[in-house]
């Protein structure tokens, strides 16, 4: 439950939209029905309304200005084309459509107007501990609309202006910023780790002990909610994976004839990656690079990649060169959301460089994961530690929640055709 109002209090501007949109439809049906028996259709098009427009961004509109709001309306008259050709037979639910597309497109923009000040208000905080403070100089992570300062004892501050403390309780002024809380019951405090987990939503590993999260991991709870959820979710990831490769054969088969024309055969190819416990499993692909492109042995995908065929970067681009995969899904050797799973000869050498690496393997790999929809393709060590972090996250975090925003993350960035293409070279 204190993960879930995690979540949902990152995404507050999104969830008060999202409100906006069910209270205005409701109260049209209920009017247009004149409070009769509401039909089932009436609660399927909102609902197809909502997904479609977190799906295209449509719900992460912050600021009033004309570009943004130009593409809002696109948006939504978008979206609201979609639902009337669904209901093309429904005068009644076209009535209730047109009104709620007039009412979208200017309540919500005006919602962000008048808000505007709260969405964009920068949260300061004041820390003690230097990694954090090279952390945010890094901009490795998304820190929102968090500013971080160091603390310096001899500063007269305006303790008002600040949201409150984040503390490295090793540092030499820890007992006086204690005192300083004391002082002022308003401000927050922090550790580290802990701060970093909630706003930033992963863990950075220069901020773990090893002994904090593996007590966490071995807690009698924790392994009774992940076997508990494990078996839930693979039922459920087994009848999707099964539905949506059945659907999506034509699509694989259309393409499989483009790869032959341009780059002859093997269509698809296998590869052994590491699955749960550190097992070997063998995942399938639709293959998206010239034959003997890794003659020099395994390498990391980079930017502008020679090696990558045109058909191959379109594939990649809208995640195609995966459906294959779901066979493995099915199989039970990988998950739909998980950690990414690594070939073994590059996990032997990223764990002699990253911290904990083999915790990532404490729960099922998957196609999607928390650090793929978080952060862009990776191709190099640094990019690596980053993404363990968001690894780390949510193998302590594992639950319903994560994995259903993760999903719908997920579906945003193939729509939007984000986070496919390596964000540098090795």
């Known amino acids: 439950m204190i993960l879930i109002i995690r979540l949902l209090r990152n995404r507050i501007t999104i969830i008060y939209q999202i409100l906006i949109d069910l209270f205005v439809y409701f109260l049209l049906i209920v009017i247009f029905n004149k409070f009769e028996k509401i039909e089932v259709i009436n609660y399927i098009n909102i609902y197809i309304w909502i997904f479609l427009s977190f799906i295209f961004d449509r719900y992460h509109l912050r600021e009033y200005k004309y570009k943004l709001l130009l593409n809002y309306f696109f948006k939504t008259i978008f979206i609201y084309s979609i639902l009337l050709m669904i ?8 009535l209730i459509l047109t009104i709620h597309l007039i009412c979208s497109l200017f309540i919500q923009p005006t919602y962000i107007k008048l808000n505007y000040k709260d969405i964009v208000k920068v949260k300061k905080w004041i820390t003690n501990d230097n990694r954090l403070i090279q952390l945010y100089k890094s901009k490795s992570f998304s820190f929102r609309n968090h500013k971080i300062y160091l603390f310096d004892k001899n500063s007269n501050y305006d303790y008002s202006n600040y949201c409150g403390f984040i503390l490295d309780n090793s540092a030499s002024n820890y007992e006086s910023i204690k005192i300083i809380l004391n002082k002022n019951k308003t401000l927050k405090s922090f550790f580290s780790l802990n701060w970093c987990e909630i706003y ?8 773990i002990s090893s002994s904090i999260l593996c007590n966490n991991l071995n807690e009698i709870n924790y ?3 992940i076997k508990l959820f494990s078996s839930t979710k693979r039922l459920f990831e087994y009848i999707f994976s099964l539905i949506l490769i059945i659907c999506s054969l034509p699509l694989i088969a ?26 070997n499993i063998r995942i399938f692909k639709i293959r998206s690079m010239r034959n003997n492109s890794e003659v020099d042995g395994p390498q990391w995908s980079k930017k502008d990649d020679p090696r990558i065929t045109f058909i191959g970067k379109l594939i990649r681009k809208n995640r195609i060169d995966e459906l294959p995969q779901l066979i493995s899904v099915i199989k039970g050797d990988l998950s739909l959301i998980g950690p990414r799973p690594e070939r073994p000869e590059i996990d032997q050498i990223l764990k002699k460089d990253i911290f904990l690496y083999d915790k990532r393997y404490s729960v099922k790999p998957g196609i999607t994961g928390w650090a793929q929809v978080n952060y862009p393709y990776g191709a190099s060590l ?3 530690l ?17 994995d259903f925003i993760i999903f719908l993350k ?9 986070g496919a293409i390596p964000i540098g070279n090795e």
């Open 223 to 225: 392994i009774n909610n």
């Open 254 to 279: 259309f393409f499989a004839i483009l790869i032959y024309f341009q780059d002859g055969i093997p269509i698809f190819y296998s590869q052994v990656r590491t699955g749960i416990d550190k097992t």
């Open 386 to 402: 980053i993404k363990q972090s968001y690894d780390l996250y949510y193998v302590k975090n594992f639950s319903f929640a994560l």
């Open 410 to 418: 997920t579906i945003r960035l193939i729509f939007n055709r984000r």
């Open 87 to 94: 209901n093309i037979s429904s005068i009644n639910i076209i």
């Open 200 to 207: 930033l939503e992963s863990l950075p590993l220069d901020f």
């Open 382 to 384: 640094d990019d690596a």
